[in-house]
């Protein structure tokens, strides 16, 4: 299972590496000042080596439950190790404990322009006040001025709007729950070095490919009662889904409480300098199962909102106030993952009369579907235009546009055995009346690819064929009465064989006609003002990468009616469905997800 996405306009994210920022957030934090260290320094006149010995955990203490049976089964589990710790993980100290002092969840450090981020959990954050400290690699009777790195002042932190706790507590079991991430940006340390100078590095932001792992590394520390030494606990295993939760799940013996916030590291070594970290334990009840047992953990599964809360961390900027609605696993689209990975083809266009962008799905069974659009990124009730039947499972290319004007979009369908066929106003009850414009055994069964999209010069809706040959056609007038004259925009050639997908579109917001394609190496690449005149001004917006050698179909259109831009619709091979919100020339727009994975 594959669950492949990226983020953030104007972000290139690659799965499996480093966060791309841009400016402002991509903008180095400034050299410390003659300052640096105050904040530390006066923390550690607070924190002397006995306050930090003496403190307790504030978060939720795990227990082993005593069942018949329990202590044999917990024999047979993976158990974590304690050991002295790594440099890139540490843990929180406050003031605040209702027996004083509090020794409070993991951090770990973040490789980001900013050097001063640490990842940790909402929930844990919900709780850290202005005397908070982190200590990378801490170690229990050190003095402040001991610790093998120092001490960093918490000066912010920075949580999802939308996670919101149950009543009476900082953690919760609701859908809110797979946003139980936090990020913290620090003071320098005592001696005024910034925290990855001081640690020599930090781990990768990354998305992960989907929940299931082979070995995944949890880094944390657990509770005084369960760890009066004050070591770190580490625990390699296979991870898998909690279901019905964007989040990974794990079985180790040792997680107690004080581990909440701890990385899920894919490449761990031990005091490695850098790392790729997908998540981190919390999310689900705090990151832990309704009998609250240390053998069972959670963890967040890093997606966009993470992405973008990491982006607000570094750029030192609270997140949007009006950020829409997480709906949890529960897709903007009808149906899970599981179904979406059937969606063969699909076409946009305004099929309902309301000006609004809707979406056709042609399904590996036959049916058709029509998914109204609400303009403003969702959908509406479902309609089914055609049930299961052979005659669509031989659909080999479509695209939807206003052939011959008006207002309300049409279909045209390219079938395996050539014929070309125009549905000139499909909608809600139906897909309408068919004209043939190619008939079957034609040239036409060469053609591998449509894109409809502005590329007249009025304006209006033009077609863009890609030919099995790499040559690319352009049809301005294409209507009732036939395709009409032809422009040959790109003679055959090796090249456009490799472009695997295209669609067409206003993506430069100047209501010319665009074309996104994506390339069979991952690129993606748009060409600006394409026309009868020529094939556009090519614009990269992304270089060859893995990650969209997953993307199966693609389809563009105005489905957010306020924007000036068309928004990208990517069916992943998993099945997740993804919207990029006013999508540009030269950047994937703002992502939205349609359907989640895992579902």
């Given at each position: 299972?594959?669950?492949?996405?990226?983020?953030?306009?104007?972000?290139?994210?690659?799965?499996?590496?480093?966060?791309?920022?841009?400016?402002?957030?991509?903008?180095?934090?400034?050299?410390?000042?003659?300052?640096?260290?105050?904040?530390?320094?006066?923390?550690?006149?607070?924190?002397?080596?006995?306050?930090?010995?003496?403190?307790?955990?504030?978060?939720?203490?795990?227990?082993?439950?005593?069942?018949?049976?329990?202590?044999?089964?917990?024999?047979?589990?993976?158990?974590?190790?304690?050991?002295?710790?790594?440099?890139?993980?540490?843990?929180?100290?406050?003031?605040?404990?209702?027996?004083?002092?509090?020794?409070?969840?993991?951090?770990?450090?973040?490789?980001?322009?900013?050097?001063?981020?640490?990842?940790?959990?909402?929930?844990?954050?919900?709780?850290?006040?202005?005397?908070?400290?982190?200590?990378?690699?801490?170690?229990?009777?050190?003095?402040?001025?001991?610790?093998?790195?120092?001490?960093?002042?918490?000066?912010?932190?920075?949580?999802?709007?939308?996670?919101?706790?149950d009543r009476g507590s900082t953690t919760t079991k609701g859908a809110s729950s797979d946003l139980d991430t936090a990020f913290a940006r620090v003071s320098a340390n005592q001696r005024g070095v910034s925290l990855q100078d001081a640690v020599g590095g930090g781990l990768t932001f990354t998305r992960p490919s989907g929940y299931v792992h082979r070995g995944v590394t949890v880094v944390g520390y657990p509770a005084y009662r369960h760890n009066s030494a004050g070591r770190a606990v580490k625990c390699t295993v296979p991870t898998k889904q909690l279901r019905g939760y964007r989040q990974l799940s794990m079985t180790c013996g040792g997680y107690y409480g004080g581990v909440s916030g701890s990385p899920w590291i894919t490449d761990y070594k031990d005091d490695a300098r850098t790392g790729h970290v997908i998540g981190n334990l919390g999310g689900y009840n705090g990151g832990g199962n309704d009998a609250n047992v240390d053998y069972i953990s959670y963890g967040t599964a890093f997606g966009a909102d993470a992405e973008?809360?990491?982006?607000?961390?570094?750029?030192?900027?609270?997140?949007?106030?009006?950020?829409?609605?997480?709906?949890?696993?529960?897709?903007?689209?009808?149906?899970?993952?599981?179904?979406?990975?059937?969606?063969?083809?699909?076409?946009?266009?305004?099929?309902?009369?309301?000006?609004?962008?809707?979406?056709?799905?042609?399904?590996?069974?036959?049916?058709?579907?029509?998914?109204?659009?609400?303009?403003?990124?969702?959908?509406?009730?479902?309609?089914?235009?055609?049930?299961?039947?052979?005659?669509?499972?031989?659909?080999?290319?479509?695209?939807?546009?206003?052939?011959?004007?008006?207002?309300?979009?049409?279909?045209?369908?390219?079938?395996?055995?050539?014929?070309?066929?125009?549905?000139?106003?499909?909608?809600?009850?139906?897909?309408?009346?068919?004209?043939?414009?190619?008939?079957?055994?034609?040239?036409?069964?060469?053609?591998?690819?449509?894109?409809?999209?502005?590329?007249?010069?009025?304006?209006?809706?033009?077609?863009?064929?890609?030919?099995?040959?790499?040559?690319?056609?352009?049809?301005?007038?294409?209507?009732?009465?036939?395709?009409?004259?032809?422009?040959?925009?790109?003679?055959?050639?090796?090249?456009?064989?490799?472009?695997?997908?295209?669609?067409?579109?206003?993506?430069?917001?100047?209501?010319?006609?665009?074309?996104?394609?994506?390339?069979?190496?991952?690129?993606?690449?748009?060409?600006?003002?394409?026309?009868?005149?020529?094939?556009?001004?090519?614009?990269?917006?992304?270089?060859?990468?893995?990650?969209?050698?997953?993307?199966?179909?693609?389809?563009?259109?105005?489905?957010?009616?306020?924007?000036?831009?068309?928004?990208?619709?990517?069916?992943?091979?998993?099945?997740?469905?993804?919207?990029?919100?006013?999508?540009?020339?030269?950047?994937?727009?703002?992502?939205?997800?349609?359907?989640?994975?895992?579902?």
């Amino acid at each position: 299972m594959f669950s492949y996405r990226m983020r953030r306009a104007a972000v290139a994210v690659l799965c499996a590496a480093p966060i791309g920022l841009t400016a402002p957030a991509a903008q180095a934090a400034s050299p410390p000042g003659p300052s640096a260290g105050q904040e530390a320094r006066e923390a550690a006149r607070f924190w002397t080596a006995e306050r930090m010995a003496g403190s307790r955990p504030l978060d939720a203490v795990r227990h082993t439950p005593s069942t018949p049976g329990a202590a044999a089964a917990a024999a047979a589990r993976p158990k974590g190790t304690l050991f002295k710790g790594t440099r890139l993980v540490g843990t929180f100290f406050g003031s605040d404990g209702p027996g004083g002092t509090t020794w409070h969840c993991t951090g770990s450090v973040i490789d980001t322009p900013a050097r001063d981020i640490v990842l940790t959990a909402a929930h844990c954050a919900l709780s850290m006040k202005s005397d908070y400290v982190f200590v990378p690699k801490f170690v229990k009777g050190a003095a402040p001025d001991r610790q093998p790195y120092g001490i960093f002042h918490i000066q912010r932190v920075f949580i999802d709007p939308r996670y919101k706790p149950d009543r009476g507590s900082t953690t919760t079991k609701g859908a809110s729950s797979d946003l139980d991430t936090a990020f913290a940006r620090v003071s320098a340390n005592q001696r005024g070095v910034s925290l990855q100078d001081a640690v020599g590095g930090g781990l990768t932001f990354t998305r992960p490919s989907g929940y299931v792992h082979r070995g995944v590394t949890v880094v944390g520390y657990p509770a005084y009662r369960h760890n009066s030494a004050g070591r770190a606990v580490k625990c390699t295993v296979p991870t898998k889904q909690l279901r019905g939760y964007r989040q990974l799940s794990m079985t180790c013996g040792g997680y107690y409480g004080g581990v909440s916030g701890s990385p899920w590291i894919t490449d761990y070594k031990d005091d490695a300098r850098t790392g790729h970290v997908i998540g981190n334990l919390g999310g689900y009840n705090g990151g832990g199962n309704d009998a609250n047992v240390d053998y069972i953990s959670y963890g967040t599964a890093f997606g966009a909102d993470a992405e973008n809360l990491l982006a607000d961390a570094v750029a030192d900027q609270a997140p949007p106030a009006d950020l829409p609605a997480y709906r949890g696993l529960k897709g903007t689209l009808a149906g899970g993952a599981a179904r979406w990975r059937k969606a063969a083809l699909m076409a946009s266009g305004d099929y309902t009369g309301d000006r609004h962008g809707d979406l056709l799905v042609v399904w590996s069974d036959g049916s058709v579907t029509l998914h109204p659009g609400d303009g403003r990124g969702g959908f509406g009730a479902e309609k089914r235009l055609e049930k299961a039947n052979t005659t669509w499972t031989h659909a080999r290319t479509l695209t939807g546009g206003t052939f011959g004007g008006g207002d309300r979009a049409g279909l045209l369908v390219r079938w395996s055995d050539g014929e070309v066929t125009l549905y000139p106003q499909p909608g809600p009850s139906g897909l309408g009346r068919e004209i043939r414009m190619a008939a079957p055994r034609s040239a036409w069964a060469n053609a591998v690819q449509f894109a409809a999209g502005p590329f007249r010069s009025d304006g209006g809706t033009g077609l863009l064929v890609r030919w099995a040959d790499g040559r690319l056609t352009l049809y301005p007038n294409v209507g009732a009465g036939g395709f009409g004259t032809s422009t040959r925009l790109i003679a055959a050639n090796g090249t456009w064989t490799k472009a695997a997908l295209l669609t067409g579109g206003d993506f430069g917001g100047t209501a010319a006609g665009d074309l996104l394609v994506r390339w069979s190496d991952g690129a993606l690449d748009t060409y600006t003002d394409t026309s009868a005149t020529g094939l556009g001004t090519r614009s990269r917006v992304l270089g060859p990468n893995s990650l969209f050698q997953h993307a199966q179909v693609l389809t563009a259109g105005d489905f957010r009616h306020d924007r000036s831009r068309n928004d990208l619709i990517v069916r992943w091979s998993d099945g997740e469905t993804t919207l990029y919100a006013d999508t540009g020339t030269k950047a994937l727009g703002t992502e939205h997800t349609l359907v989640h994975p895992g579902t």
